[in-house]
């Protein structure tokens, strides 16, 4: 088991990176094949070649989580199921996690928070309801968000009813109280622009100092023409708020978030990495060309989600050192893979599990 805060989040070159992640990843590779009877199938049917480089790793297709619950530990060591946010009538992932997955998933968001936030809990406005984490055993993406991100905070407020409207007497205390203290607010990013900013707006409320942290809903926004910088543009003339960070994160690999840089990229951890992919031919890409993306993590022993092809498409900017204190790759997510090809790939990922 690895120690996310072994090394600074960003503070391993890639090229030593990639030395220290192929290292662990054929280890789980071969963990995931001894536990997980159908993983190990798919394994086989790919060769079941030793990986030379990280791009050898092989991948799932990260909606295989929705149709089959794959696991690397019995039920009774089952300490959470996570789900994925999917829409009504959608197919949800299911992502089993035991208690070792869990903690080494807290290591490493709070190694990752710490490097952007500093070590005292701030005051925090939580961008969402209090009935969304009701179930403490079972979460979606959205609640297992929330969780992990209450541990960076202090005096947490709700900031939305269960009806999704803005608490403005609650907002209105919590600001009173602590009015010219950095604050620190966390929400789904569809909540942040729909509901939040323009009702904090509408009754007159700014924040002095804070900043959020938000993830998800971009699809939405992207329908509306709305990209980050006019996000950030309208939060900040509606609420005040300057410093706004966005992060790429999903259920399947819940820990290993990409944080967005001074410069506006996504940057993996030490112990993540991502890989673009030919959408045709699964070829690996070079920087600067768009392509469908593969995440890698560390952090995943309780189920074979180490290695994953998403749903996105994304372009790498540059490698190493562009971006304050940043080495690894600096990623940008241009959107989603047209659903044709992404069933496509998943048809033949299913074929090959169930053979």
């Not at 690397?72 to 089952?78: A, E, G, K, L, Y």
């Not at 045709?280 to 600067?288: A, C, D, I, S, V």
Request: net charge neutral; aromatic share 8%.
């Amino acid at each position: 088991m690895i120690d996310p805060q072994a090394h600074p989040p960003y503070g391993v070159p890639q090229a030593q990176k990639e030395a220290l992640l192929l290292e662990h990843l054929a280890a789980l590779t071969a963990h995931h094949q001894a536990h997980c009877p159908p993983y190990a199938r798919l394994v086989q049917a790919l060769g079941g070649k030793t990986p030379t480089t990280i791009a050898d790793v092989p991948f799932l297709p990260v909606s295989l989580f929705k149709t089959d619950l794959l696991s690397s530990v019995p039920s009774d060591q089952v300490f959470k199921l996570v789900t994925s946010s999917g829409t009504t009538g959608q197919a949800v992932s299911r992502i089993t996690l035991d208690r070792d997955t869990a903690a080494l998933q807290s290591r490493a968001l709070a190694a990752i928070m710490a490097d952007l936030l500093g070590p005292q809990r701030l005051p925090m406005v939580i961008v969402d309801c209090a009935s969304t984490l009701k179930d403490r055993t079972r979460f979606n993406a959205r609640a297992a968000g929330i969780l992990g991100m209450m541990t960076f905070g202090r005096q947490h407020f709700y900031a939305l009813g269960d009806d999704m409207r803005l608490d403005v007497e609650g907002l209105k205390a919590f600001l009173d109280k602590f009015g010219g203290t950095r604050a620190l607010l966390f929400g789904f990013t569809w909540l942040v622009w729909k509901h939040f900013a323009p009702e904090m707006a509408q009754a007159g409320l700014r924040f002095d100092d804070a900043i959020l942290i938000h993830s998800g809903g971009w699809k939405r926004l992207a329908d509306e023409a709305v990209d980050n910088a006019t996000f950030k543009a309208r939060l900040a003339r509606m609420t005040g708020i300057g410093a706004v960070r966005n992060f790429y994160g999903m259920a399947e690999q819940v820990g290993s978030v990409f944080v967005e840089g001074e410069d506006g990229l996504l940057y993996p951890p030490w112990f993540a990495d991502v890989i673009i992919r030919d959408p045709l031919t699964l070829q690996p890409l070079p920087p600067g060309e768009i392509g469908v993306v593969q995440v890698l993590s560390l952090l995943p022993l309780s189920y074979p989600g180490h290695s994953l092809l998403t749903e996105d498409l994304g372009v790498i900017e540059h490698i190493d050192g562009a971006a304050p204190n940043r080495h690894g790759k600096g990623l940008r997510i241009e959107g989603r893979v047209p659903k044709t090809e992404l069933r496509g790939c998943s048809d033949v990922a299913a074929a090959r599990l169930t053979a």
